[in-house]
C-alpha cells in the first residue's frame, strides 16, 4: 500500500515538474522567437538619396500609364547622408542591378551609359544585412542643376551633337546633326532627321524656326521668325509667325512670307481674296503686338532703316515710305 501511495505522488510530482517545465520552454520559446522578430525585421521603410554611374543597360525603358520602368546596372558612388545612411552603406562603390522607374518620358534621354545619374532609393521589409537590389523601389532623376548659372554645353561626339552639364554629365545625348549653344532663356536650336527646332533644358521639342540659307532664323529686336505647317505631306501650307528669346509664339503664324523686325515694324506678306487690291498676295507692316500699322498695298518692299522703307506699289512703281506707309518720295 505504502508503495502504491509512493508511486502516486511521484508521479504528480512528475506531472507537476513536467508541466513547469512545459511553461518555462513556452515561455523560452516566446521570448526567442520575440527577440528574433526584433532582430530581423526592418525598422519600416528605409530611403537614401544616392549618385550612380550607369554601367550597362538591361533593359530599356518601356512605356506604361504612369512610368518608364528599366534596368540598369549602376555603381554606387556616393551616399548622401541622412538617418538611413548606415542602412546603405555597405553598398557604397559597389555595382549592382536594380529595376528604376522614370518619372517624365523627357527623362528617357538621362539612360545613356557612362552618364551619372541622381537616384531615389526605397528599401522597406529587409534588414540591413538582408538588403537586396532587387527589391528597390527606384526613382531616377537628373542630377538638380541650377540652369540660369550654368547652362548645358554643346559637345560632339563623331558628328553628332549633344550637350553636357557644367559637371560634364551627359543631360542630352548626342542625336543632331547640328546644333547651337543654349541661349540664356533656356532654348537652343538643333538640326535632327526633320530640319531645325527649338528644344528646352530636357531635350524637348517647343517651336519650329523659319530656316533661311540652311540656318534658323537669327533673333532681330529680341524676334526671330517661326513657322508653322498645315495640311497634309502632299500638299503642305507653310506659315510664319514670330517668336521671342523664349521659344514663346507672341504672334501668331499667319502669313505666307515675313521679314525680320526693324526699328521696330516686320514686313509680311498676307493672302487678299480680291477686292481692291486686285491680286492675291501683298505686303504690309506689323508692330510687335502683331497689328498691321501699314496696310498690305505692295508687291515688294524693304525693311526700314533710318525710318524709310523702299516699296513697290501694285502698279509697279517704286516709293519711299515712312513708319506711317505715307508714300515721302
Known amino acids: 500500500m505504502d508503495s502504491l501511495i509512493f508511486i502516486i505522488k511521484h508521479q504528480r510530482l512528475m ?10 520552454f513556452a515561455c523560452l520559446l516566446c521570448f526567442i522567437t520575440l527577440f528574433g522578430i526584433k532582430e530581423s525585421r526592418a525598422s519600416g521603410c528605409e530611403q537614401a538619396y544616392m ?6 543597360i538591361i533593359t530599356p525603358p518601356q512605356e506604361n500609364k504612369s512610368n518608364y520602368p528599366c534596368k540598369l546596372k549602376v555603381k554606387i558612388k556616393k551616399i548622401h547622408k541622412n538617418e538611413s545612411y548606415q542602412f546603405f552603406k555597405s553598398l557604397l562603390n559597389k555595382t549592382v542591378e536594380s529595376t528604376f522607374e522614370l518619372q517624365y518620358e523627357s527623362l528617357k534621354q538621362a539612360i545613356r551609359r557612362g552618364n551619372n545619374v541622381y537616384v531615389s532609393v526605397n528599401q522597406c521589409g529587409y534588414s540591413f544585412i538582408l538588403l537586396d537590389p ?18 548645358p554645353v554643346l559637345f560632339k561626339d563623331k558628328s553628332l551633337y549633344g550637350y553636357k552639364d557644367h559637371m560634364g554629365n551627359i543631360v542630352i545625348g548626342p542625336g543632331y546633326k547640328d546644333a547651337h549653344p543654349f541661349l540664356d532663356t533656356g532654348i537652343a536650336a538643333v538640326k535632327g532627321n526633320y530640319g531645325w527646332e527649338y528644344i528646352n533644358y530636357f531635350g524637348k521639342s517647343i517651336i519650329t524656326p523659319h530656316v533661311e540659307n540652311g540656318r534658323p532664323d537669327a533673333f532681330k529686336e529680341g524676334l526671330a521668325r517661326y513657322q508653322v505647317q498645315f495640311g497634309n505631306i502632299h500638299s503642305p501650307t507653310t506659315l510664319i509667325g514670330f517668336m521671342n528669346q523664349k ?11 515675313a521679314y525680320p523686325f526693324s526699328e521696330g515694324l516686320a514686313a509680311v506678306l498676307v493672302e487678299s481674296h480680291g477686292g481692291e487690291l486686285g491680286e492675291r498676295s501683298r505686303w504690309g507692316y506689323i508692330d510687335k503686338k502683331g497689328i498691321m500699322v501699314i496696310k498690305p498695298y505692295f508687291v515688294k518692299v524693304s525693311a526700314f532703316k533710318n525710318g524709310r522703307a523702299v516699296v513697290y506699289t501694285k502698279e509697279g512703281q517704286q516709293a519711299v515710305i515712312n513708319r506711317y506707309g505715307e508714300i515721302i518720295e
Not at 15 to 24: A, D, F, G, R, T
Not at 134 to 151: E, F, G, L, M, P
Open 247 to 257: 521659344g514663346e509664339a507672341v504672334i501668331k503664324a499667319g502669313y505666307k512670307n
Open 51 to 56: 549618385d550612380m554611374e550607369i554601367i550597362d
Open 15 to 24: 506531472y507537476k515538474v513536467e508541466k513547469e517545465m512545459k511553461k518555462y
Open 134 to 151: 532587387s527589391s528597390w523601389h527606384c526613382q531616377i532623376n537628373r542630377v538638380i542643376v541650377d540652369y540660369a548659372k550654368h547652362k
